[in-house]
């Protein structure tokens, strides 16, 4: 049995600040249908930023038990503690204020002293809970034979809350293929993975982990890994952001450009990180395990890095 401690700052969604976070809304067609510009209200534009903050805590008891010498059967638990906060402002980028000294949208007062500025409600908010339970089924089908290989089978249920981000509100099944071999003190690994989400907003992955731990002591070892999460399928239309608009003006002299939100529209978000940890063995039956992951790429919602310690016991 065992527990481990994370601790996540989310920073950025695919190379982008979340306190830079930007969401832009331009006017409705309200002139010739399809031609964006024959009304001065369409170059009127509202600029959202975000200024968002995003925190996860989670703490994981964990239970191995081992049927036989070659099968082992587990359960995860996780207590999750996810923290939201925004001090958002909305900005009117106003065309027919600096065209005609007149701001046909404002925030108050009236279209000649227009308030162009304003920041809504802050949003400071958190939820604690259990995130996703899982079970897990490891068999190790080939041992000293050079190369030891093993199968896991994991089953994740819906059980956190995912309106609350706690969980991931989809049940979802993990298989993967682990094969290792020592040299001395050095042990190389290989880990091959597919994970099918049953999600209609997210997408199955393929896992692929490789990477070595190296015993510098009895009771120290170094591991390095590298960590690999690459989506499968089809992109998710809902997902895909619409391509900017161009609003023009009759005579062609003035053009607009509106991207929606200044994220990179990505097709895929794959997420590879990299992993430097340690195993500490003060006694036969502790283990104290400590380890950062570090972003090697910019797809997804991620932190600079991710600390987690924890702690395993055997009787």
Do not use: C, W
């Not at 994981?60 to 082992?72: E, I, K, P, Q």
């Not at 003035?254 to 003060?282: E, H, M, Q, R, W």
């Amino acid at each position: 049995m065992g527990f481990n401690f994370t601790r996540i700052n989310y920073t950025k969604i695919r190379g982008i600040d979340t306190k830079n976070l930007l969401l832009s809304f331009s006017h409705q067609d309200v002139g010739e249908l399809g031609v964006l510009g024959d009304s001065p209200n369409e170059f009127d534009v509202i600029n959202f930023f975000m200024n968002l903050d995003v925190n996860a805590s989670i703490f994981a008891f964990y239970f191995s038990f081992g049927v036989t010498d070659n099968l082992d059967l587990g359960v995860a638990i996780p207590m999750v503690n996810v923290s939201i906060k925004a001090n958002p402002l909305a900005v009117v980028d106003s065309y027919t204020f600096v065209k005609n000294d007149s701001a046909n949208h404002h925030f108050g007062d009236d279209a000649a002293n227009p308030v162009l500025q304003k920041k809504p409600t802050p949003i400071d908010d958190d939820a604690t809970g259990v995130g996703d339970i899982a079970i897990r089924a490891k068999y190790n089908f080939l041992k000293d034979k050079g190369v030891d290989l093993a199968a896991l089978a994991e089953y994740r249920f819906a059980t956190g809350d995912g309106s609350n981000f706690l969980g991931s509100g989809d049940s979802r099944v993990k298989l993967a293929l682990i094969a290792s071999k020592s040299f001395g003190d050095f042990t190389p690994h290989v880990n091959l993975g597919y994970e099918i989400k049953n999600s209609k907003t997210q997408r199955d992955r393929f896992g692929l982990f490789i990477g070595y731990d190296q015993k510098l002591s009895e009771s120290l070892t170094l591991a390095l890994d590298f960590i690999g999460e690459y989506e499968l399928g089809d992109p998710i239309k809902d997902q895909v952001f619409p391509e900017p608009v161009v609003i023009q003006s009759p005579d062609g002299r003035f053009t607009k450009k509106v991207a929606y939100t200044n994220l990179p529209n990505s097709l895929t978000d794959n997420i590879i990180n990299g992993s430097l940890g340690f195993k500490f063995n003060p006694k036969k039956s502790l283990m104290i395990i400590g380890n950062v992951f570090f972003p090697l790429n910019e797809g997804g919602l991620r932190a600079d890095f991710i600390p987690t310690l924890g702690a395993e016991f055997s009787f």
